[in-house]
């Protein structure tokens, strides 16, 4: 198996940092606030974010909660980064499956709102009635 050039410790590290600020600004948090919620110093997080400091999981799913994102999402977000190749196949072939990893992240009112709205559609669109059956029928 080739591996991507830019597997290294620096290069990982300053993409995972990449990532944490990427999602920090999505957010429009500032670097303190998210720093405090995570329990780590503002200074310690800019390091982490600039890629010249390594954190731990515990940190890294702290971060991430304070960001409100899955630790599952900022990985997903670090391979892509990393060029994780497209080919793979991403979903199971299960359809209960993919249909709680599909809603494993949303908010329980997203949820609600995704439940009401197939209840819906299950009832606007009924199953077609069986056609009648020709031919012999035992009495």
Known sequence: MDFAHSESAQAIRAALGS????????TRRTLSEVAVEAGLSPAHLSEVERG?????????????????????????????????????????????????????????????SVADFSAYLAMANPPPKPKERIGFFPK
């Open 52 to 112: 010249r400091k390594e954190v731990s999981i515990e940190r890294l799913i702290a971060v991430a909660h304070a960001l409100g994102a899955r630790p599952g999402e900022i990985y997903a977000d670090l391979a892509r980064l990393l060029g994780s190749e497209a080919d793979q196949p991403v979903w199971p072939e299960d359809p209960p499956v993919k249909l709680r990893l599909a809603t494993a992240s949303l908010p329980l009112e997203a949820l609600r």
């Open 19 to 26: 990532v944490l600020r990427g999602r920090r600004e999505a």
